[in-house]
């Protein structure tokens, strides 16, 4: 009994090695020189400790920029989806009309389209509209929270009805009724979702290289992988971004974990 | 008076609309139409300026069929699922089946295991690209052989799919543990109290009541795979001659490089039936053979 515990603990530590590996990996690159990534065998520490490549980055004059379009889009796009995603599964539960379950299907179906294969033609209506190049265009595709939509509607439903009929009967209007009651009730799943929405939009690859043409607009996300270091094959400074972009997700993380764990048990399937 | 009442009922009618018309206004403008627009449009000729031309019917999947680089990256696709969907369900079934515990030693691990949800895909990509650097990457060091993953086509798809597990784990690991914790304790309690084993537990009582999750996760990974682009375009951009290049990739290529509409349409409709022919079939396997707890 005490080898099996000896062998299914040193069983986890090694996945938790192996998953931290690259991030650890990733933080000591960020300190190498350009000769110690070309070094013959590779080195898991640099040969001296400097800052050298964070300055670099951080002189880089298209660095922060990234950084704004990423935390600006971030925001906008995840403020806009939690409001439409409220709205509407707050109509869908607490609302009886002609084309409901309908309507529910056609927003929910939106879910099984891959989005990456809709590209052109959304690269068409975005281009039509004039909103390459803006903050708009970028969010434009990751607007709709459609899985949002569907869980919240579950989790409103699974609250009692008498709450929102006696609201109404005191004359509490929709959105008080949103603003005092629904929202304060679902804090986890809410919090859960929009950090998912963010990281979501914050993480978007494809879509963002498209309708951007000019580095000053790109996101983060394809902006690091554009920096230029690599040509002299100094990858140095791509790391030293890599880690300072990572810094403060991992904080909201460990920050939110209690919640996101929250939402998992009250059945949010989180996608 | 009455006309004021009427103007009250009307609004109140009116009013769900209200709430849901953003959303439905979206699933129409970036979802419905340009679905049905690629759709209809992968039966026309196309001119380079992204005009419909003629309507030409399976013209362009007939072409379509006998390009080489289309079905390549189909086999492409294919192989890196075989390597993916196994790797990422096995080894996400072992994190979660050795940290289920609810208990404070495990909280570090949830956190670990947490991690790849927290940084960019990108970022992950690139760190990956440098590890398996063939000769001078960190991986080769530690396992001691000098295997040339990015420059071979076998090796270079499975340091693909290992990016791929990687990206996946977070969520996956997250959905499977919570499925695990939120089981009814009592059922494996009485089992453990009629003197049934540790795998008797897991195999009979556990594993039974989690297959809905266990599937949504297979149904989401098979997905993935078919869908796979943009970690595969940062690490790889589809080399060592193609090798990685996948459908969706090559979709990618013919729609935003070669502006071949054509073709960008004909593979997209192709791929829309190929996913929905998955999510019909998990969605009837499911109803068979899925034991659902009530």
Known sequence: MKAEKAVLFILTLLFAIVIVFPFVYALSASFFSASDFASSPARFLPSSFSFRNYQKVLANRYFLPYIMNSVITGVMSTVIRMIIAVAAAYAFSYYRFRGRTFLFSLIVLTLFVPSDLLLTGNYLTIYRLGLIDTYLGIISTSLLPASQILMLRQYFCSIPSSIHDSAMMDGAGDGRYILSILVPVSKAVISTFALQGFIAMFNSYLWPLLVTNSPSMRTVQIGITMLGYAESLDYGPVFAAIILIFIPFLLLFIFMRKRIMEALRQGCMFI | ?294
Not at chain 2, 33 to 49: A, E, G, K, T, Y
Not at chain 2, 230 to 248: L, N
């Open chain 2, 1 to 294: 008076m009455k006309a004021a009442i009427l103007q009250v009922m009307n609004k109140e009618k009116v009013r769900p609309y209200l709430y849901i018309l953003p959303a439905l206004f979206l699933a129409f403008v970036f979802v419905y139409i340009p679905f049905i627009q690629s759709v209809f449009s992968s039966f026309f000729s196309i001119r380079q300026n992204g005009e419909l031309n003629s309507f030409t019917g399976l013209e362009n999947y007939r072409k379509l069929f006998a390009n080489e680089i289309f079905s390549e990256s189909f086999a492409n696709t294919f192989r890196f699922m075989i390597l993916f969907v196994p790797l990422n369900i096995i080894l996400i079934m072992t994190a979660v089946l050795l940290t289920e515990k609810e208990r404070k030693g495990n909280r570090i691990y949830e956190t670990v295991f947490m991690l790849p949800m927290a940084m960019g895909m990108s970022s992950i990509a690139l760190i990956f690209k440098y590890m398996f650097r063939p000769s001078v990457g960190i991986i080769n060091r530690i396992i001691g052989y000098d295997i040339p993953w990015t420059n071979d086509a076998f090796w270079a798809m499975l340091s693909v799919a290992f990016l791929g597990v990687f990206l996946d784990f977070g969520l996956d690991y997250l959905l499977l543990l919570s499925a695990l914790r939120n089981l009814d304790r009592s059922v494996v309690e009485a089992a453990r109290l009629d003197g049934a084993s540790e795998v008797q537990v897991f195999s009979r009582i556990k594993l039974p009541l989690i297959t809905p999750t266990l599937f949504f996760v297979l149904f989401i990974s098979i997905k993935d795979a078919l869908l796979i682009c943009a970690p595969i375009m940062v690490m790889t951009e589809g080399g060592p001659f193609r090798s990685t290049q996948t459908i969706v990739y090559y979709y990618y290529i013919e729609a935003f490089r070669n502006s071949n509409y054509a073709a960008a349409y004909s593979i997209s409709t192709l791929v829309f039936i190929i996913a929905a022919l998955i999510t019909f079939l998990s969605a009837k396997i499911e109803r068979q053979g899925v034991h659902y707890e009530s």
